[in-house]
């Protein structure tokens, strides 16, 4: 064998050994299970051999999906079918993490096709505000603007307090279910309500309310 052969050879085994080692790779939702917050994820690339053939990777089951999380605080938002992601691979077996929250990992298997965990959100090309942070679920829409704003597009439903300190404006019809208590002078249509006056059918007005 020649040294060219040689170099052939340790070549050939590198490319074969880099091409077990997976690093991450954008993927697709399959499925979702909310329940426990894992996927099954079809990887988007596909897989090409030492010797020149090209083949799909196998869909990845039971892959963790990250949701934001710290302390008592989370954020979630429904995964569906065709969400488009990235798959990040383990350097190391997650076997024993998932299964009991353990940092052992007794598997010697690294950067392994079956160690993947996901990020949903990713795509080709996505269009967004520049400006605006926005939260959006269908037609529903809240977006925070940099000039103190924030905007909300669908139906509120509140349960608890709300405290408001600065002007209110309503534009519509507003129902009251219970008292109201104010600690000023109410105006309606340019009448105040503490200084109005009504016609006395003997002449005159009455005086303003006590």
């Known amino acids: 064998m020649s040294a060219n ?9 590198i490319r074969i050994t880099i091409g077990e080692i997976h690093t991450s ?22 897989y090409h051999l030492a010797d020149g053939d090209i083949l799909d990777y196998p869909l990845i089951v039971e892959c963790p999906v990250f949701m934001p999380k710290a302390g008592n605080a989370r954020i979630t938002y ?13 350097e190391r077996s997650l076997d024993e993490w998932i299964g009991f929250g353990s940092e052992n990992d007794h ?7 079956t160690d993947g965990y996901c990020i949903v959100g990713l795509e080709p090309i996505q269009s967004i505000s520049p400006d605006n942070i926005e939260l959006i679920n269908s037609g529903t829409l ?7 704003e924030v905007n909300i597009i669908g139906n509120v439903n509140i ?22 208590t104010c600690d000023g002078d109410v105006t309606a249509s340019g009448i105040s309500l503490n200084s109005h006056t009504h016609g006395c059918p003997h002449g005159g007005s009455t005086s303003g309310p006590n």
């Open 25 to 46: 790779m954008p993927g697709r939702i399959v499925s979702f299970n909310p329940s426990t917050c894992r996927a099954t994820v079809k990887p988007m690339l596909r």
């Open 159 to 180: 349960k608890g307090n709300v405290n408001v300190d600065g002007n209110y404006t309503c534009s519509g019809k507003s129902r009251m279910n219970g008292s109201i």
């Open 142 to 148: 809240v977006s925070v603007t940099p000039n103190n």
């Open 107 to 113: 598997d010697p298997r690294q950067y392994d096709l």
């Open 78 to 90: 429904p995964v569906r079918s065709g969400d488009g992601c990235i798959i990040i691979f383990s």
């Open 5 to 13: 052969d040689d170099v052939q050879v340790l070549q050939d085994a």
